[in-house]
């Protein structure tokens, strides 16, 4: 398995304005939250809702480097949410792991 260092730029709102975060890094950690989250919630897997899911994993991003706070709710944060692009680290993609 390749290995891939994954990084976002997240859009969010409060209704006035927008604020970018840029390069947030979503680690391990943030995919196995998503993990236990997802059949709590009843969301359905993530290739069958990729914009949720990619929504949700900058969420735990975000929280987990302190970017929003920590009480934040999920519900609520994917009402602010209005663009999240996904990128692959540039080197991983050109050199993957053999």
């Not at 260092?5 to 950690?29: F, N, P, R």
């Not at 969420?59 to 519900?75: C, E, M, W």
């Amino acid at each position: 398995m390749a290995s891939t260092k994954l990084t976002m730029s997240v859009t969010v709102t409060d209704g006035t304005k927008e604020t970018v975060h840029k390069d947030v890094t979503v680690i391990m950690a943030d995919m196995a939250r998503w993990d236990i989250t997802r059949p709590r919630e009843q969301w359905a897997k993530s290739e069958d809702a990729p914009v949720l899911y990619s929504m949700v994993l900058a969420y735990f991003a975000l929280v987990r480097t302190g970017k929003i706070p920590a009480d934040t709710k999920v519900h609520a944060f994917l009402d602010t949410v209005v663009s999240v692009d996904m990128n692959e680290d540039e080197e991983a993609a050109e050199f993957p792991a053999k």
